[in-house]
């Protein structure tokens, strides 16, 4: 893939809130800015990468682009599932993310469990190739270097 690896960042918004609530698997969306900003040739699909919300931890992500056949959406989103626990929702947070590979075509299902079976089997797919040492020193990229508050040695 050409446009490999990409980062971006960008304000977290909400969407139609199926992501929790119909597939136990919440995912940060985008605005629309940073949807219509992607390369106008990158393929929709889903691919996986790094991704960080402020000026947290790098984690393994997997990333939605498209339109989800599955609920016929009429707007392109740009959706990340971290593979991190988080204590509370990240809304209005600035997330970062870096793809670094692409592992399928979107599609449509015939029911709701296999779109989160097919979801989950992304993620158990993305952990595994992000530890590969070529993925793997994208973690430590400095895109993901955004400043933390200094700490002033005592004074
Ligand atoms: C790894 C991953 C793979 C996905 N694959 C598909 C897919 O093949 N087809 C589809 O319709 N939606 C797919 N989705 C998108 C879900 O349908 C979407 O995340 C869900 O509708 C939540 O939307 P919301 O953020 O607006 O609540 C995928 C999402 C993720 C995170
Ligand atoms: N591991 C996680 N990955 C992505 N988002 C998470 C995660 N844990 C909590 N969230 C929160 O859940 C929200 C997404 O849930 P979701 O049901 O997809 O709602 P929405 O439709 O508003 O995007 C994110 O915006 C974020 O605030
Ligand atoms: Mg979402």
């Known amino acids: 893939m050409k446009h490999l690896p990409y980062f971006c960042r960008g304000q977290v918004v909400r969407g139609f809130g199926r992501g929790s609530k119909q597939l ?3 995912t940060a969306n985008f605005p629309e800015q940073v949807v219509d900003s992607l390369p106008a040739d990158i393929s929709t699909g889903i691919y996986y990468g790094w991704a960080s919300v402020g000026s947290g ?5 997997v990333v939605s ?10 707007k392109k ?17 600035i997330l970062s993310v870096a793809i ?3 592992l399928r075509p ?9 779109l989160i079976s097919a979801i ?4 158990e797919e993305a ?15 400095n895109f993901f270097q955004v400043p933390k508050s200094k700490i002033m040695n005592g004074h």
Not at 57 to 61: A, E, G, L, N
Not at 65 to 74: E, L, Q, R, S
Not at 85 to 92: A, L, S
């Open 24 to 26: 136990g698997i919440p």
């Open 57 to 61: 931890d790098v984690h393994k992500m």
């Open 65 to 74: 682009i498209g339109w989800n056949p599955y609920y016929k959406n009429t």
């Open 77 to 93: 989103s740009m959706e990340t599932h971290i593979m991190h626990t988080f204590k509370e929702d990240f809304y209005g947070e």
């Open 100 to 102: 670094v590979g692409y």
């Open 106 to 114: 979107e599609k449509n299902f015939d029911s709701l469990e296999s």
């Open 120 to 123: 989950h089997g992304d993620i």
């Open 127 to 141: 952990k595994k190739r992000l530890d590969l040492p070529e993925h793997l020193k994208l973690k430590e990229d």
